[in-house]
């Protein structure tokens, strides 16, 4: 973030992108559109966000072009953040953790997206795997669909939002890493003053930049003293700039800069 701008972009091919870029909505618009995407912003911005579901939609072949593109990212300078949103039994966690975080896995990335409504601590597996091999997660916290905030504001018998409870157990982990740790919350930047201590010493996600309404400047409202910390993510704000190279990275810049401009910082 400091060497490229407190910006992740989110690799999301939805079909009605593919159309609007004039892609098929099938395999070789996939790996167009994803290749396009990775080749025009790779070395460049700080983190890549695939979301895993548009890729699954087609398959074995579409697992076969992830894999290539967070590959292709990372060799690129990219970091990797795997929006796959997982969460299950401790024991099958352990499996989850293994296909993101385990540095041999075919889709190993820099971090994955986590929900821990199973309870946080069947998220334990994959918090170790990534501790181990020096990776990340990001664990959802307060998300930015409008839905969300019905379970994760709802209190603990003690009268704590259950956000605050993650936030806290993240907190935990990431007790003593400088400059911060590796256990990132997942906080939407639509929703408004957050309410919550987001003081974790670690990074916050923080989609909703562009199509669901959020812009740079709610980012100093929604995260007050922790705005450093933040890494704004948008999707369809940028790759509808698509399919030419140089206006997806102009959009990009202007992002970034828009960022910086109210929050200070942006490499
Ligand atoms: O974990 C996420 O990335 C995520 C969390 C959240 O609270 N809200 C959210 O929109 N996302 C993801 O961020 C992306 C947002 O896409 P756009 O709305 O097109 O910018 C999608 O891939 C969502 O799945």
């Given at each position: 973030?400091?060497?490229?701008?407190?910006?992740?972009?989110?690799?999301?091919?939805?079909?009605?992108?593919?159309?609007?870029?004039?892609?098929?909505?099938?395999?070789?618009?996939?790996?167009?559109?994803?290749?396009?995407v990775?080749?025009?912003?790779?070395?460049?911005?700080?983190?890549?966000?695939?979301?895993?579901?548009?890729?699954?939609?087609?398959?074995?072949?579409?697992?076969?072009?992830?894999?290539?593109?967070?590959?292709?990212?990372?060799?690129?300078g990219?970091?990797?953040?795997?929006?796959?949103?997982?969460?299950?039994?401790?024991?099958?966690?352990?499996?989850?953790?293994?296909?993101?975080?385990?540095?041999?896995?075919?889709?190993?990335?820099?971090?994955?997206?986590?929900?821990?409504?199973?309870?946080?601590?069947?998220?334990?597996?994959?918090?170790?795997?990534?501790?181990?091999?020096?990776?990340g997660?990001?664990?959802?916290?307060?998300?930015?669909?409008?839905?969300?905030?019905?379970?994760?504001?709802?209190?603990?018998?003690?009268?704590?939002?259950?956000?605050?409870?993650?936030?806290?157990?993240?907190?935990?982990?990431?007790?003593?890493?400088?400059?911060?740790?590796?256990?990132?919350?997942?906080?939407?930047?639509?929703?408004?003053e957050?309410?919550?201590?987001?003081?974790?010493?670690?990074?916050?996600?923080?989609?909703?930049l562009?199509?669901?309404?959020?812009?740079?400047?709610?980012?100093?409202?929604?995260?007050?003293?922790?705005?450093?910390?933040?890494l704004?993510?948008?999707?369809?704000?940028?790759?509808?700039?698509?399919?030419?190279?140089?206006?997806?990275?102009?959009?990009?810049?202007?992002?970034?800069?828009?960022?910086?401009?109210?929050?200070?910082?942006?490499?």
């Amino acid at each position: 973030m400091d060497e490229r701008g407190q910006l992740c972009v989110g690799i999301d091919p939805h079909a009605a992108l593919l159309a609007e870029w004039g892609l098929s909505d099938d395999i070789g618009g996939l790996e167009r559109f994803t290749r396009t995407v990775v080749d025009a912003l790779a070395d460049r911005v700080a983190v890549l966000k695939p979301q895993s579901a548009f890729f699954e939609r087609f398959g074995s072949r579409g697992i076969a072009v992830l894999e290539r593109a967070v590959a292709d990212a990372r060799a690129a300078g990219a970091l990797v953040v795997m929006d796959a949103k997982r969460g299950d039994i401790g024991s099958t966690m352990a499996a989850y953790a293994g296909a993101f975080l385990d540095k041999g896995a075919p889709l190993f990335s820099d971090a994955v997206t986590l929900s821990p409504y199973l309870g946080y601590g069947s998220l334990r597996p994959a918090l170790d795997l990534a501790r181990a091999g020096g990776a990340g997660v990001f664990v959802l916290a307060l998300t930015s669909n409008p839905e969300g905030a019905e379970i994760q504001r709802a209190t603990t018998a003690a009268g704590t939002p259950l956000a605050q409870t993650v936030l806290d157990r993240l907190m935990a982990e990431n007790a003593g890493a400088r400059p911060l740790g590796s256990f990132g919350a997942v906080v939407g930047a639509t929703i408004g003053e957050a309410g919550v201590d987001l003081d974790i010493n670690g990074p916050l996600l923080a989609p909703g930049l562009g199509a669901q309404g959020a812009t740079a400047a709610d980012l100093p409202r929604v995260f007050g003293d922790a705005v450093g910390n933040v890494l704004p993510s948008a999707s369809r704000g940028v790759l509808r700039h698509g399919p030419n190279p140089a206006a997806l990275r102009a959009a990009v810049e202007r992002e970034v800069g828009e960022i910086a401009r109210f929050i200070g910082s942006g490499g």
